[in-house]
T-cell receptor, first 115, second 117 residues
Framework: AQSVSQHNHHVILSEAASLELGCNYS??????LFWYVQYPGQHLQLLLK??????LVKGIKGFEAEFIKSKFSFNLRKPSVQWSDTAEYFC?????????????FGTGTLLAVQP | DAGVIQSPRHEVTEMGQEVTLRCKPI?????LFWYRQTMMRGLELLIY????????DSGMPEDRFSAKMPNASFSTLKIQPSEPRDSAVYFC???????????????FGEGSRLTVL
C-alpha cells in the first residue's frame, strides 16, 4: 500500500532560520506530490504541488520543494521562516499520477517559529 | 467562487446519539472525499466518491459510519451510534477529475469539529 512518511513530527525554529521538512513516499510508479499547510484552527490549504517537469517547484509564501525520484522524496524548504509560518505541514501523494485523485497524507509536521 | 461548505462547524453530542455531517462540494468537481483528523492518527481518508458513486470506503472505521452522496452537490457522513472515540475534526474535500484537467489537488472545507461526550 502507498504510504507517506514525515520524519519530523515537531520542529521549533527561530525567525529567519532555514527550514527543511522531510517527506518520503512509497510507490514505484508515477506520482503527483503535494504539500499542504494548516494554520491553527483552519482548514488545509495547498502550498505547492508537483506533477511533471522541473523537479524544483515553488509555492506560495516563499516555500519550495524538490522532487528526487531516486530517493522517493519531496522535501519542503524555506530559506528564512517567519513567525506567521507557525502551522502544521502535510505532505501528500497521489499515486497513479492523478488517475484516481486519491490523496494519501503523511502524519504532519508541526512547526513552531519563535519570534 | 464558493469553496467546499461543511456543516455544522461544531457539534457536541452525547454517546449513543446519531450525528450527521454535511458537505457541499465545489460545483463541477467530480470527486468528493471525507477525511478524519485526530492528534493520534493524523489525517485519515474515510471514503471517497467519483460522480456520486462510492469508490473506496476501506477507511471507514466500522459499521457505525456511513456516507452518502445523493447528488453532485451534497454528501453526508453519518455516525450512529456515536462514541467518544469518534471525537475528531471531519474534513470534506472535493477535486476535479483528470478529464477536467485535475491533477489530484484537493480543496478542503473548514471542517466539522465533533465532540462526543
Amino acid at each position: 500500500a502507498q504510504s507517506v512518511s514525515q520524519h519530523n513530527h515537531h520542529v521549533i525554529l527561530s525567525e529567519a532560520a532555514s527550514l527543511e521538512l522531510g517527506c518520503n513516499y512509497s510507490y514505484g510508479g508515477t506520482v503527483n506530490l503535494f504539500w499542504y499547510v494548516q494554520y491553527p484552527g483552519q482548514h488545509l490549504q495547498l502550498l505547492l504541488k508537483y506533477f511533471s517537469g522541473d523537479p524544483l517547484v515553488k509555492g506560495i509564501k516563499g516555500f519550495e520543494a524538490e522532487f528526487i525520484k531516486s530517493k522517493f522524496s519531496f522535501n519542503l524548504r524555506k530559506p528564512s521562516v517567519q513567525w506567521s509560518d507557525t502551522a502544521e505541514y502535510f505532505c501528500a501523494v497521489n499515486a497513479g499520477g492523478g488517475a484516481t485523485n486519491k490523496l494519501i497524507f503523511g502524519t504532519g509536521t508541526l512547526l513552531a517559529v519563535q519570534p | 467562487d464558493a469553496g467546499v461548505i461543511q456543516s455544522p462547524r461544531h457539534e457536541v453530542t452525547e454517546m449513543g446519539q446519531e450525528v450527521t455531517l454535511r458537505c457541499k462540494p465545489i460545483s463541477g468537481h467530480d470527486y468528493l472525499f471525507w477525511y478524519r483528523q485526530t492528534m493520534m492518527r493524523g489525517l485519515e481518508l474515510l471514503i471517497y466518491f467519483n460522480n456520486n458513486v462510492p469508490i473506496d470506503d476501506s477507511g471507514m472505521p466500522e459499521d457505525r459510519f456511513s456516507a452518502k452522496m445523493p447528488n453532485a452537490s451534497f454528501s453526508t457522513l453519518k455516525i450512529q451510534p456515536s462514541e467518544p472515540r469518534d471525537s475528531a475534526v471531519y474534513f470534506c474535500a472535493s477535486s476535479p477529475g483528470p478529464q477536467q484537467g485535475g491533477t489530484g489537488e484537493l480543496f478542503f472545507g473548514e471542517g466539522s469539529r465533533l465532540t462526543v461526550l
